[in-house]
C-alpha cells in the first residue's frame, strides 16, 4: 500500500505537529541566544562542525517560523470563537502569566526594590517598553502581543472584505507594512532602529493569517511543494551566509527561509515517524513561550553574576536545564491558575 503522505503536502500536518514544530523552534532559538548573548560558538575549533556552528547561528530564524504558525492557529481559535472580547482576553491570559510568573519577581526587586521606580516595572510589565524604549528583553512578547490585538481586525480584512480576492489583500497589507517600515526608518532612524526587530517580522505573521485558512480546511499542495520547500531553505541559507542583504531587506529574507522551513520540518518528522522524537520536540513546544521568557531572564541573571564566562558550553548546559524547570513550573502553575478561574466563572445551578 502506497503512503499517501509521501502523494501531497497536507497543510493539515501544520497542525498535527504543532507542538514539534514550535519545540524545534524555540530549542533553535535558545542555542541562537547562547552564540549571540554568551559568545558560544558549537564548532569547538573543529572545521567539521563549522557547518553546525553557521545554521545554530541563523536560529533567529526561528522567530519567522514561529510567527507564520502563531497566525495560522489564531485563525483556529477566532473562526470557532469570533467573539473580539473573548479572543483577546483568551490569547492575553496566555501571554501575560509567563511574564508575570516568570520575571515578575525579578522586576519587581529591580524596579520597585532597587529603583523605587513604579513607572518603568508597569512600562516592563505591559511589554510598552519596548515599544516606547526599544528595551528588547523579552521584545518578541511585546511583539506578539500586538499580533493577537490587532488579529480580528486582520481576520475581518482578509476573510470577510469584498474588495478583491483574499491574496490580492494579502499582497496589498504587506506592500502597505513594508512602505511603511521604510518611511520610519528614513524618517524616524532612532524609533526604527528601537523597534525593527520586531517591526519587520510583521510580514510573516500576515502570511501566516493568510495560511490558517487553507491549514483549518485541511487542503493539500502538489508533493512537489516540498521540493520546492527543500530548496528554499538551501537557498536562503547561502544567500543569508554570502551576506548579500543587509538591515531591513536582511531582516525580510529571513522569510524566505523561515517559512518553507515549517514544511521541510513536517516532511522530516512524517520520513522518520519517531514518536520519541516527536514527543520530546512537543514536549518543548507546550512550554515554547515560557521557555522564551524563562531563557532570557535566566541568561540576563547569569549576566549581572561573579559565575557569568563567555564561551563555556558546561555554563549554559546548567542554565538550559534551567530554562526548562523554571518553565515547566510555570506552565503547571499557569493550569492552575486557568483551571480556577474557569471555575469561579461556573455558576451553580
Same mark, same amino acid.
Given at each position: 500500500m502506497k503512503n499517501n503522505s509521501t502523494k501531497r503536502l497536507e497543510l493539515s500536518d501544520i497542525s498535527k505537529y504543532k507542538g514539534e514544530i514550535y519545540g524545534i523552534s524555540i530549542l533553535w532559538i535558545m542555542l541562537f541566544h547562547a552564540t549571540a548573548m554568551l559568545k558560544l560558538h558549537y564548532d569547538f575549533g573543529l572545521p567539521i562542525l563549522k557547518?553546525?556552528?553557521?545554521?545554530?547561528?541563523y536560529g533567529?530564524?526561528?522567530v519567522e517560523t514561529f510567527l507564520f504558525c502563531s497566525g495560522i492557529?489564531?485563525?483556529f481559535s477566532?473562526?470557532?470563537?469570533?467573539?473580539?472580547?473573548?479572543?483577546i482576553k483568551k490569547r492575553l491570559s496566555r501571554l501575560f502569566w509567563p511574564v508575570v510568573i516568570i520575571t515578575g519577581l525579578f522586576w519587581v526587586y529591580k524596579y520597585l526594590v532597587i529603583k523605587h521606580d513604579t513607572s518603568l516595572f508597569l512600562s516592563k510589565l505591559t511589554m510598552m517598553d519596548f515599544w516606547v524604549s526599544g528595551d528588547q528583553q523579552i521584545w518578541f512578547v511585546a511583539c506578539i502581543l500586538v499580533c493577537y490585538l490587532i488579529y480580528p481586525y486582520i481576520y475581518s480584512y482578509l476573510f470577510n472584505s469584498k474588495f478583491l480576492n483574499s491574496f490580492l489583500r494579502l499582497v496589498i497589507l504587506l506592500a502597505m507594512t513594508a512602505l511603511l517600515t521604510l +518611511?520610519?526608518?528614513s524618517t524616524y532612524p532612532e524609533t526604527y532602529k528601537n523597534i525593527e526587530i520586531a517591526l519587520t517580522r510583521f510580514p510573516v505573521f500576515f502570511i501566516g493569517c493568510y495560511f490558517g485558512k487553507f491549514v483549518y480546511e485541511k487542503k493539500s499542495l502538489p508533493k512537489y511543494f516540498y521540493a520546492i520547500c527543500f530548496a528554499l531553505v538551501i537557498f536562503a541559507f547561502v544567500i543569508l551566509e554570502l551576506k548579500v542583504f543587509s538591515g531591513v531587506w536582511r531582516r525580510w529574507f529571513y522569510?524566505?527561509?523561515?517559512i518553507p522551513l515549517t514544511f521541510v520540518i513536517i516532511w522530516v518528522l512524517n520520513f522518520l515517524k519517531c514518536k520519541p522524537l516527536n514527543k520530546?520536540?512537543?514536549f518543548f513546544g507546550t512550554i515554547s513561550l515560557n521557555l522564551y521568557v524563562s531563557h532570557i531572564m535566566v541568561i540576563k541573571v547569569y549576566q549581572m553574576s561573579p559565575f557569568v564566562e563567555h564561551k563555556r558550553l558546561l555554563h549554559y548546559l +546548567?542554565?538550559?536545564?534551567?530554562?526548562v524547570v523554571i518553565a515547566y513550573l510555570a506552565e503547571l502553575l499557569i493550569n492552575l491558575i486557568i483551571k480556577g478561574n474557569k471555575k469561579k466563572k461556573v455558576k451553580p445551578v
Open positions: 557547518p553546525l556552528d553557521a545554521l545554530i547561528g533567529n530564524m526561528g492557529f489564531l485563525y477566532f473562526y470557532r470563537n469570533p467573539d473580539i472580547l473573548s479572543f +518611511v520610519l526608518r522569510m524566505v527561509g523561515g520530546f520536540f512537543a +546548567v542554565l538550559m536545564v534551567i530554562f
